[in-house]
């Protein structure tokens, strides 16, 4: 069983946006979209193809650190502030699947890198043309709108 839409909303991706000083209503529905396609808001954490609520893969965690982070070190210490202070040290990946304010963090970093350009926040199938590029392109936006409807509801969970 995973998490309710509306309470990862409110108390994991809102409050992680706001911290990191970017809220917005379309990366809120992008992330919590996101969210119920690859992990089906939290009831799969660990599959092949990533961890925790977004599926980020160790690989691209690591890469989003070294080819964008790294090149913001006060972006990156925000980031960093977010996760566990010894857990990451010991194991940063771990972090994905275990500390869900990190794991919002690092999948709207993902976007963010990804310098697209971002649907209204009424447009489920142009968020699912960046759920593809950024988390699954093998994916279909049929997979996204169909884990959308199946997890989050109707359009009325938009914005």
Not at 142 to 147: E, G, K, N, S, V
């Amino acid at each position: 069983m995973g998490i309710a839409a509306c309470d990862l909303r409110q108390h994991v991706i809102r409050p992680t946006l706001l911290y990191l000083q970017r809220p917005s209503s379309i990366a809120e529905s992008l992330l919590l979209g996101a969210a119920a396609s690859q992990s089906a808001l939290g009831s799969a954490l660990d599959c092949s193809q990533g961890r925790g609520l977004y599926g980020i893969s160790d690989e691209r965690h690591q890469q989003l650190w070294d080819q964008h982070l790294a090149h913001d070190p006060e972006l990156a210490s925000q980031v960093r502030g977010l996760a566990s202070q010894h857990a990451f040290l010991a194991a940063p990946h771990l972090e994905l699947t275990v500390n869900l304010r990190y794991a919002t963090a690092i999948a709207w970093m993902l976007v963010e890198s990804s310098i697209l350009v971002m649907p209204a926040a009424d447009d489920l199938l142009g968020m699912a043309q960046v759920w593809r590029q950024v988390f699954r392109p093998e994916g279909s936006p049929r997979d996204f709108l169909d884990a959308w409807q199946r997890h989050v509801g109707g359009l009325s969970q938009v914005a």
